[in-house]
């Protein structure tokens, strides 16, 4: 009887050596299933060749990745089969390579600017201080806002025979539209 019960005792201990080595191999086994299942999105390649100034659109670019990049503007060319990166893209369209011209950089409230829709491409009406209309309609070449004011930069509309001063566009403000003369602002 002495014999049977070591006999069990030992077959006990012999399983119970064996359980750490069956959950060790169990982990790994899941631990690689883990692993291989795992799938990473792969980066938005553009479909087709896309130039600079591009919105993305849903068609553009294959892979699931980019729902984000959607109504973005490219920063460059982009060839088919190409990736396409957040570092690629803005948020609004990059201005037109400009010919050379003479241009005015005028200071104007935040709030202002977003009244008239100042914007890139934008026809504005320069408005000196005493609110006389300086030359026609001109051309907004770029914007960069801070929290109150906005520095516009505007090309300068053509006056032959006419030397500009700098001085006369001091106090110089914008009005926004092919609607509106400076002698409707408030």
Known sequence: MKIDRIDMLLGVVAI????????????VVWIITLVAGRSETPEPVARLALQRNHQIDNGDLQTP??????????????????????AMLEDTPLPAPLNNTMAAIISIPLQASKAAGIKAGSDVQICDRNNQGFGGLTKVISVDCDERLCQVTVTLPKMPGQTVDPDVLA??????????TCSARP
């Open 16 to 27: 119970a050596r064996v359980i750490p080595l069956l959950v060790y191999a169990g982990l």
């Open 65 to 86: 990745a980019f729902v984000g990049l959607v109504g973005k503007y490219l920063k460059q060319d982009v060839a088919a089969g190409d990736k396409v990166t957040a």
């Open 171 to 180: 106090g110089a403000s914008l009005l926004g539209g092919q609607y509106q």
